[in-house]
């Protein structure tokens, strides 16, 4: 929320600097995200008047000024603006100035060959408003040489953050109280101008909606004359961040920033019947003022006529009923809306707007009338016009919350000590009522207080949290216990280790569009929330691979060449009694290019299901998994190619990993384009170690004695993969046997039909003393007949 010093003085006497006030406001809990200073956009940009206003002699919409800018001789300007003429004063940017709207930097230069010293300035160039047809005019009395920005009042803009608890400081009014509570000035008190009010209100209005609008009320104005706003109004308003529309539009944004209490005005002229408040028919539509159409249900309530419904009650107006130039009568409209009912409406549209914002957090109930007399009294001054008499259609909620609090809870709940006295006036200030015996009895627009707690925040934040002391936690003596969980080191440690490897950790969303959830569900129930943030983040998800494929997918699309990236994060699934069930996992993706193309390696290379198993197999390695025990076995699921994935399992139900490459279909469905390689780490199927308690590892003892080798060629059926091979050889011995290793595969010439041929290295290592003839023989022995077991034959 934006506002500039100069309109949070028309609501709080002080003379605190912008910086005081920004100090002020983060010491009481408002967070202050920036502050800007206009002046400094206009540096360089002074009054000016035209002495002279001649013909461009080269050019036909150019003209030639001479302009005094207050000192030394008068400057030569070229000129485009149709209202450019001699005794006009306007704004000049001198060299050296930057043009706020596009970051232009002023040069002296010649344009058609006439020398120009600056620019004369539209309203647009200087971010002031929309006119651009012509340049700045400025009255007779406006100072040359003065700089424009002092002449024109340009007053620092502050940007707070409004937390959603706190609506009462959604108008600049809440906020100037706040202050005021906190010492930095008086509160001005709300004055509404005096008008008179003739007749009765022409048009009937009520609430066939209790519960959505439990008060509506309204008042026509007729006779007024709709323009340009003040240039007071238009300030505040472009401080703000609104862009200034007509005058009766910018008075009910402007009760609506300054005292957080939205308003509508209608065409009175394009009303039919009585207005109510009531529920949607279903089916029915609305063309909004953001131009879109809106389908409608029972769920919502609208403002509509006898004809057609003009408003989404609490969020936006229609098209059709709004006010325009040529409006001279209106119906101001002021209500009360439940905020749980904006809130659903508004998601359910996929609306927001400000009014929204304000209303579904729960604006005043106690300002309708003083608010639509406020409003009233604004168009009567400036636009003209006669009032009727107001009419009250139900009632906004009216019993105050009262809290007993002990004033006590501050120094216990809030670390600080204030004086009691101290505390009854902070209460007071925010108006706030309180009994002898410390009963407090809440305003109606605090609709967060809801205990003593509550209170006790109140209290601390105006009387400072700056104040509140910071006291480190208390911890035992001695060497402090490790507070990771072993799943936590785990994480950790993988973190580190796929970085080390080249890899990109990315960080996606845990919900998922329902069809990218349901490609990877593989049968099992998906998570799907009632109330998503959107539609497109409306599943848990059950994978970590398809936030991963859509992140390569963003990132190859603007041009990245290949990706690496991975992911530690939770897999979400409904498990018995629909409890929730995580699943740590590690997910890969490997995109684009392996290598890129070169004089020396060729054309670029793509990544491979081998590369996926390697990044699969160090990785389990690194979290603490027995690879060497690992079998690599198919199912690895629909989504992957079938001939180019498989698992690696400890026993055939333990899956620890899958990896591959993605199936056609799969990368069809992320619109990604080119082979993409994933792996899926199940972190939670990794059994722990042995003695997982302990931190530490025995030291390394090297063996005494040499390892020696042996190489065994078998004729294997040419289905049988190595890894099977390799893994029936290693359980021969597993005293002496310390590695296998597949060297050749051959597949031709010599070998028989069915069959291929594959040739293991086997490490022994001796242990007490050197292996004689025998030994070695009993151990090959041993290797051949496990081998046979497979199927395989020794070659002669």
Request: charge should be negative.
């Amino acid at each position: 929320m934006k506002f500039s010093l100069t309109w949070l003085k028309d609501h709080l006497d002080t003379d605190a600097s912008v910086q005081e006030i920004a100090a002020a406001l983060n010491r009481i809990g408002i967070e202050v995200e920036g502050i800007e200073d206009p002046a400094e956009k206009l540096a360089g940009f002074r009054v000016a008047k035209v002495l002279t206003a001649v013909q461009h002699p080269d050019a036909d919409k150019l003209r030639v000024l001479t302009v005094d800018t207050g000192e030394g001789d008068p400057l030569q300007v070229v000129c485009g603006a149709p209202n450019a003429r001699a005794g006009m004063k306007g704004v000049l940017g001198l060299p050296g100035a930057v043009v706020p709207a596009n970051g232009m930097e002023l040069r002296k230069s010649a344009i058609r060959g006439v020398e120009s010293n600056g620019m004369m300035c539209s309203v647009r160039e200087l971010e002031l408003g929309d006119e651009h047809d012509g340049i700045i005019e400025l009255p007779e009395d406006a100072p040359v040489g003065t700089s424009f920005a002092e002449y024109h009042g340009a007053s620092p803009v502050i940007d707070v953050a409004i937390t959603p608890n706190r609506p009462d400081c959604m108008g600049v009014y809440g906020i100037a109280r706040d202050l005021a509570a906190a010492g930095l000035g008086a509160l001005k008190p709300i004055a509404i101008p005096g008008f008179e009010t003739k007749g009765a209100c022409p048009v009937e209005i009520r609430t066939d909606d209790p519960e959505g609008c439990p008060a509506f009320y309204g008042r026509v104005v007729k006779g007024v004359t709709n323009g340009a706003s003040p240039e007071w109004l238009q300030q505040r308003l472009i401080s703000a961040g609104q862009r200034p529309i007509s005058l009766l539009v910018d008075l009910t944004n402007y009760l609506m920033l300054a005292y957080g209490r939205p308003a509508h005005a209608y065409d009175l002229a394009k009303l039919t019947g009585a207005v109510v408040a009531r529920r949607a028919n279903d089916g029915e539509q609305v063309l909004a003022l953001n131009e879109k159409t809106y389908a409608l249900d029972g769920s919502m309530t609208v403002i509509a006529d006898d004809s057609d419904v003009h408003d989404i009650a609490g969020i936006m107006g229609g098209e059709h009923s709004g006010v325009s130039e040529d409006t001279t009568d209106v119906l101001l409209e002021i209500a009360y809306f439940d905020p749980a009912r904006i809130g659903a409406t508004g998601r359910a549209l996929g609306l927001t707007s400000d009014a929204r914002t304000r209303f579904e957090r729960g604006v005043d109930p106690a300002f309708l009338d003083d608010g639509l007399d406020l409003l009233t009294a604004l168009i009567v001054e400036h636009a003209g016009g006669t009032a009727s008499e107001m009419v009250h259609a139900g009632a906004p909620p009216a019993e105050p919350k009262v809290v007993a609090f002990d004033p006590a809870l501050t120094a216990q709940l809030g670390g600080v000590e204030i004086p009691e006295a101290e505390q009854r006036r902070i209460l007071e200030s925010l108006d706030f009522k309180l009994s002898a015996d410390w009963h407090v009895t809440c305003p109606l627009r605090r609709h967060d207080i809801e205990g003593a707690a509550d209170l006790v925040e109140e209290v601390v934040r105006i009387h400072g949290l700056d104040k509140v002391a910071s006291v480190a936690l208390s911890r035992a003596d001695g060497v402090a216990r490790p507070t990771a969980t072993p799943q936590q080191a785990m994480e950790r440690k993988l973190r580190r280790a796929a970085a080390a490897r080249g890899l990109n950790e990315a960080v996606t969303w845990s919900f998922l569009p329902t069809d990218d959830a349901a490609h990877f569900a593989d049968g099992s129930q998906l998570w799907v929330l009632e109330n998503p943030i959107s539609e497109d983040m409306k599943a848990m998800r059950p994978s970590l691979l398809p936030g991963l494929i859509s992140a390569a997918k963003r990132n190859l699309d603007r041009g990245a060449d290949g990706l690496l990236l991975f992911e530690i994060g939770r897999r979400y699934f409904r498990g018995q009694g629909g409890a929730s069930d995580e699943k740590p996992t590690l997910g890969v993706v490997l995109a684009g290019e392996k290598t890129a193309r070169g004089w020396a390696s060729g054309k670029a290379t793509k990544f491979d299901a081998y590369d996926a198993k390697a990044e699969a197999m160090a990785l389990l390695e690194i979290a603490g998994a027995p690879v060497q025990n690992l079998m690599v076995m198919g199912g690895a699921g629909a989504q992957f190619h079938p001939g180019q994935s498989a698992t690696l399992r400890l026993g055939p139900k333990n899956v620890l990993a899958r990896f591959g490459m993605l199936h056609p279909a799969t990368c069809k469905a992320f619109d990604i384009d080119g082979p993409v390689a994933a792996v899926e780490i199940f972190l939670d199927a990794i059994p722990p170690k042995k003695g997982g308690g302990t931190f530490g590892r025995s030291a390394y003892a090297p063996p005494a004695l040499q390892a020696v080798t042996r190489d065994f060629a078998f004729f294997v059926p040419a289905e049988l993969p190595a890894g099977e091979l390799v893994r029936a050889v290693k359980g021969v011995d597993k005293a002496n046997i310390v590695d296998a290793r597949v060297f050749d595969v051959f597949a031709g010439q010599g070998v028989p039909e069915g069959k291929k041929s594959v040739a293991i290295e086997v490490t022994l290592q001796p242990q007490q003393a050197s292996y004689k003839d025998a030994d070695l023989k009993a151990i090959s022995e041993a290797i051949v007949a496990a081998a046979a077991k497979q199927g395989a034959e020794l070659r002669g």
